[in-house]
């Protein structure tokens, strides 16, 4: 939190005050922080590029280990290996000075440094709409101690003449400027190519009157400063005075990108508060972000239209390029049988209004309506209803408002699966079944048979079971289709006990492989369908008044692997295929051998065991090559504990032995990993005895005070020296891990997650029942890869996507409960290279997030300002913008969110906006051809496959079988069921699928807080999500950043 003695302002109390005073004269003070977005790196980038390549000169064929040199993990490396090989600056040394002069000695070899960067620099909206506040009088004079000259370089775009003034031209500071002159002065400040103690006396005092002048400026005009860390003791002296001297009229706000300042400007800010000063600390304040707010509040007519004119408001969406999605055609090797079959539905319903609608739950009182009649009807902006108008006005009679309308069935009121039409027409579709194949149903989407087929004991309680089928309508492209999904029903009389249900429907349905879910589909098909022809189906039953017309063959779908034979098909089979696909071979993982050389593998742990992590040889460089591991646990259970953590050094080999078909053996720590691990014993400083909570705590109080409890034990060891922290939770505290009492919502490991990234504290939650898990290897494989990773060492990194792509996750977090309109709503932006590595992320509060199906989406403004967001982090990276940003979520991307991230994003070539879900309806079943026609294959359909269904969308299966640690063998991760796909929408971008499909597999396998060879979803997605729901429980997290592992 910032120190309350800091004088502060929220960033719009600061723009309301500049508004305000608008017609009174204000100065701009900008320092680096400023030009970043322009193409000029900050002076903290500056130092980090000057570390790695001192390391890197020094450590030849460590490039690549080093080349994000933006993680902490890398950076922390770099500087242990700098502090013992001498290359550090006594505290009382500037860094920035201190390398520059280490890395290029040479004083022409550093401005050689930063030529490239000025020359190629263009200045970005901040410095556009900073001309634009200048014509109108806002800003009289720029100040700076950078020496890019983007704000002449703007300002020659603009109605504006910039009278630069420099300490080889100071004379010009003492004219006065004429109407439409910005006067730009350009600081020497304590460093630029040299120190400005090494410069000419000349010089230096030219120097000092500049800075005189800068005093001068201040008795009458307030000074806004920005991206300025207040490094130079001798630019801070000329501001420390000119806020101290006497009769200073004007306010001074220190606009900073932390959350806190610097200890030299907080000592300003103090200090001036002290002496009764207007002076303010501005947090969370980017130069772009900063002068848009001013621009959109303080300019008007024509200035304001150029404003957003530069903001990208006006931009057209046609300028975002949208392709078809592509892949190469060849003939098919396999096929692929789907559950939908061809549906067509009826084409007009009736509407009418009510008198008066109910004031809440207005879909459960229309169903409690109409429920077990022939007359279906939905809410929207009038009753939309399905049956006969007597039927209708007998159950509504009095509240109809006017008359019952016959109105058509548009395209795009069935766009939506969840839309009001779609569940009008399934409604209708379940009941008009039922009635004609004396089935019982809900009559909303689930059908079942009247007599159980079985009966399943849960505990101490007999259940009945009923097979049963789940339908759905799925719009692709022009056609509707009617998805049949198997499963089980349970009697009304069961539903209180949703626990035992849920197991014993995981229990049958779990075992419902590829064969066995065809048999239960094709069961399901024959009760409804003819097996031959087209079957109709009335609504109401035998009225002929609404008809449904269902296909008597599902959609097929052909798919073409690689190193297999193509397939001829039948004749009479091409009108089955519906859609076309395609299989990429499962992505290559990164590793280093003990020689440095990178090595390959597709499966992350046989990687591991054979070859060691990508980041050991770099590790092994540091002088601290140990993992140490704390423990939190209570005092009964910690001989277990103990015992448990004393075989992390031993082999355990799967308990599958030859039948296993991913796992290897687990070979102890230090083999594996190349560096030991530590674990403590009880009565060790790093084990911590949790006190005992009172049995006769509630659920709330004793989560409560079991957070606490956690909390108080990792302060007591965070003077320790420790890697990560271990937190034991025994079965007997399952009832406090958290609680959902509806009017507040608490969960212990997300709060204690939370308060430990604030301290850059990893953390590890090991539950009891981990403990008595049989097979060893695998519980070892996936803490050991856990704790490996959270010690912030890099396991394994992707191999082969495009090192010029970027990767982004956006991720939210909200509060569902809150009232309409007072919803805060939390995203996070997280960045991924092309080797799958987490960068930085930011998190950030959507200011005016519109909120649609319970799901927050973005205003124009707020996209743009995340686009920025994004576009500066990129630049931290790297110093450079890629030439392909690819952006993942799980909302669709709408128009204002795709405009302001494009107009964020200036300067990427290539951007590609896809949205991400689980499927929830269509389902396939894999088959291998024999003997001239298809059987069910052994497996279910291959990881990496895909399905283009239309233009724009396309199936994608992350979850699947693929190839197994042994040759030739298959491997299928969970072996639950048969898998469901993602589904891929494209909003922008012009690459082909294939591409998308091999990103999106290899980021799958980027989880390093497990051992599992896959992710259902990308990283970007899952990482996203998880920053944003632990980051919501922040103190602070306005642009904090901090390494995505605390979070895991």
């Given at each position: 939190m910032i120190d309350k003695d800091i004088p502060t302002f929220e960033l719009d109390t600061f723009v309301r005050s500049i508004g305000v005073n608008r017609g009174s004269p204000h100065a701009l003070f900008l320092g680096a922080g400023a030009s970043v977005s322009s193409g000029v790196?900050?002076?903290?980038?500056?130092?980090?590029?000057?570390?790695?390549?001192?390391?890197?000169?020094?450590?030849?064929?460590?490039?690549?280990?080093?080349?994000?040199?933006?993680?902490?993990?890398?950076?922390?490396?770099?500087?242990?290996?700098?502090?013992?090989?001498?290359?550090?600056?006594?505290?009382?040394?500037?860094?920035?000075?201190?390398?520059?002069?280490?890395?290029?000695?040479?004083?022409?070899?550093?401005?050689?440094?930063?030529?490239?960067?000025?020359?190629?620099?263009?200045?970005?909206?901040?410095?556009?709409?900073?001309?634009?506040?200048?014509?109108?009088?806002?800003?009289?004079?720029?100040?700076?101690?950078?020496?890019?000259?983007?704000?002449?370089?703007?300002?020659?775009?603009?109605?504006?003449?910039?009278?630069?003034?420099?300490?080889?031209?100071?004379?010009?500071?003492?004219?006065?400027?004429?109407?439409?002159?910005l006067m730009c002065v350009s600081l020497h400040g304590d460093y630029r190519y040299d120190p400005l103690k090494n410069t000419s006396k000349e010089l230096q005092a030219q120097e000092i009157e500049l800075k005189n002048a800068l005093i001068s400026t201040l008795r009458t005009h307030s000074l806004v400063i920005i991206g300025y860390s207040g490094r130079d003791p001798s630019v801070m002296d000329a501001i420390r005075t000119a806020v101290f001297q006497e009769n200073a009229m004007g306010k001074i706000f220190w606009c900073g990108f932390s959350d806190e300042p610097s200890s030299d400007v907080a000592s300003l800010l103090i200090d001036a508060k002290e002496k009764k000063r207007q002076v303010y600390y501005v947090p969370g304040a980017a130069f772009d972000d900063v002068l848009t707010r001013i621009a959109h509040h303080c300019l008007e007519r024509s200035h304001l239209s150029s404003a957003k004119q530069i903001l990208g408001e006006y931009a057209e969406k046609e300028k975002l390029q949208l392709n078809a999605f592509s892949f190469p055609q060849g003939d098919p090797t396999t096929l692929i049988k789907s559950n939908a079959w061809p549906i067509e539905c009826p084409t007009e319903m009736f509407e009418f209004q009510l008198r008066e609608w109910p004031n809440n739950q207005v879909w459960k009182w229309m169903s409690q309506k109409t429920a077990g009649l022939q007359v279906v009807a939905v809410p929207f902006k009038k009753v939309l209803a399905l049956g006969t108008l007597d039927g209708i006005r007998k159950i509504f009679s009095d509240l109809i408002d006017g008359e019952i309308q016959r109105v058509p069935i548009s395209d795009q009121d069935i766009r939506y699966e969840d839309g009001a039409v779609v569940s009008l027409l399934r409604q209708a579709l379940v009941r008009a079944i039922a009635s004609k194949r004396d089935l019982c149903s809900d009559g909303n989407r689930v059908l079942w048979k009247n007599e159980k087929y079985t009966t399943e004991r849960e505990g101490s309680n007999l259940y009945d079971v009923h097979h049963a089928a789940r339908l759905a309508l799925r719009r692709i492209g022009g056609q509707m289709y009617v998805t049949i999904d198997p499963t089980v029903h349970f009697p009304a009389e069961n539903s209180d006990n949703e626990d035992s249900i849920r197991n014993i429907r995981m229990r049958i349905l779990g075992y419902q492989h590829n064969d066995k879910f065809n048999k239960a589909l094709n069961n399901w098909r024959g009760l409804i369908l003819s097996p031959n022809e087209p079957t109709e189906f009335d609504f109401p039953a035998k009225s002929a008044s609404f008809r449904f017309v269902i296909k008597s063959a599902p959609a097929f779908a052909s798919i073409r692997q690689p190193r297999r034979g193509s397939i001829k098909l039948p004749d009479d089979f091409g009108r089955l295929i519906h859609h076309h696909g395609f299989e990429i071979p499962e992505q290559s993982l990164r590793f280093k051998s003990r020689a440095r050389h990178t090595v390959t593998d597709t499966l992350p742990l046989r990687g591991l065991a054979a070859h060691g992590p990508f980041d050991q040889s770099f590790v092994s460089q540091a002088d601290d090559d140990q993992i140490r591991v704390a423990v939190i646990c209570p005092r009964a259970e910690a001989p277990f504990l103990e015992q448990f953590l004393s075989v992390g050094s031993q082999i355990h080999n799967p308990q599958r032995g030859a039948k296993e078909e991913y796992l290897v053996p687990y070979t102890g720590f230090e083999r594996i990993f190349r560096v030991p691990v530590k674990f403590p014993s009880r009565g060790d400083p790093l084990w911590y005895t949790i006190p005992e909570i009172d049995s006769q705590f509630d659920q709330r109080s004793g989560a409560l005070e079991l957070s606490r409890r956690i909390r108080q034990g990792v302060s007591s060891l965070s003077a320790a020296g420790r890697s990560v922290v271990l937190i034991f939770t025994p079965d007997r505290w399952r009832l406090w891990r958290g609680f959902n009492n509806g009017e507040e919502k608490f969960d212990v490991h997300d709060f204690v997650k939370a308060y430990c990234v604030q301290r850059g504290i990893s953390t590890q939650f090991l539950d009891q029942d981990t403990l008595g898990y049989q097979d060893k290897c695998r519980v070892w494989w996936w803490l050991s890869v856990a704790l490996y990773s959270k010690a912030m060492r890099t396991p394994w990194v992707l191999d082969s996507l495009d090192p010029n792509t970027a990767f982004v996750g956006l991720g939210y977090s909200i509060d569902q409960r809150a009232d309409k309109g007072s919803h805060i709503v939390l995203g996070c932006s997280h960045v991924y290279n092309a080797q799958g590595q987490g960068l930085q992320f930011r998190l950030s509060r959507i200011e005016n997030p519109v909120i649609f199906g319970g799901n927050p989406f973005m205003s124009f403004q707020d996209a743009r300002r995340l686009g920025e967001s994004i576009r500066t982090l990129f630049w931290e990276s790297h110093l450079k913008l890629p030439s392909r940003v690819v952006i993942h979520k799980q909302t669709p991307f709408r128009g204002d969110e795709q405009r302001g991230l494009h107009a964020g994003l200036e300067g990427v070539k290539d951007l590609e906006l896809i949205e991400i879900n689980f499927e929830s309806s269509l389902r396939y079943i894999n088959s291998q051809p024999q003997n001239g026609k298809f059987i069910e294959a052994r497996y279910p359909v291959r990881r990496g496959t895909a399905v283009k269904l239309t233009d724009h969308e396309a199936l994608l299966w992350v979850h699947g079988s693929t190839e197994a640690a042994q040759t030739n063998w298959t491997y299928y991760q969970g072996k639950r069921r048969i898998p469901g796909p993602v589904v891929l929408r494209r909003y922008a971008g012009t690459s082909d699928l294939a591409t998308l499909v091999s990103e999106i597999l290899g980021l799958s396998k980027m989880d390093w807080n497990s051992g599992d060879l896959y992710a259902k979803l990308p990283a970007t997605i899952q990482s996203s999500k998880r920053i944003a729901r632990i980051g919501s429980l922040l103190d602070r997290f306005n642009n904090s950043s901090y390494d995505y592992r605390l979070f895991m």
């Open positions: 790196p900050s002076a903290k980038a500056c130092i980090w590029q000057w570390k790695g390549s001192i390391f890197c000169t020094n450590n030849p064929g460590f490039e690549e280990q080093v080349s994000e040199i933006s993680l902490k993990a890398v950076q922390d490396r770099i500087d242990r290996w700098l502090q013992v090989n001498g290359y550090y600056p006594d505290k009382s040394e500037d860094e920035y000075s201190y390398f520059i002069e280490k890395c290029l000695p040479i004083a022409d070899d550093r401005r050689r440094f930063f030529e490239p960067w000025i020359r190629k620099a263009r200045p970005h909206v901040g410095y556009r709409l900073l001309c634009l506040l200048a014509e109108v009088g806002l800003f009289r004079s720029i100040w700076t101690t950078n020496f890019d000259g983007l704000v002449a370089r703007a300002a020659s775009e603009f109605d504006l003449t910039p009278v630069e003034v420099g300490i080889d031209s100071k004379e010009r500071i003492f004219r006065q400027p004429e109407r439409n002159e």
